[in-house]
């Protein structure tokens, strides 16, 4: 499962997460999802648009991370893009509760730092 990221700025971190977050896919990023996720950036954004299955261990992950950044003082969120299967299932799971879910980049960026 690929996994890049980006640094817009001192404070900004983009992770693309692109596949399936099935056993398989979190299994083979969570540990440098999990190093990106608790950089000395203080706001992060996960892009799920190309995410094409999101199972419940990849929702763990992804909670699991954002209390993290929320414990050291940072902000994580979720961009879906246009990517409707994803979002559904963030929806039907309730998630958006602990991590506030976008479906515009603009958005998300803008969520960071309320």
């Known amino acids: 499962m690929p996994i890049d990221f980006e640094d817009s700025n001192d404070e900004l971190r983009h992770i693309r997460l692109s596949g399936r977050l099935d056993i ?14 608790a950089s ?3 706001r992060v954004i996960v892009d799920l648009s190309e995410v094409s299955f999101l199972a419940s261990i990849g929702i763990r992950a992804i909670i699991t991370n954002a209390k993290a ?14 990517n409707v299967s994803v979002a559904k299932t963030i929806d039907a799971t309730g998630i958006y509760t602990l991590v506030p879910t976008f479906s515009a980049l603009v958005d998300a960026e803008r969520a960071t730092t309320a």
């Open 69 to 82: 950044q929320m414990q050291r003082g940072g902000r994580m969120v979720l961009f879906v893009g246009e």
């Open 24 to 37: 398989q896919g979190t299994g083979e990023i969570e540990a440098k999802f999990a190093a990106l996720a």
């Open 40 to 42: 000395s950036k203080r």
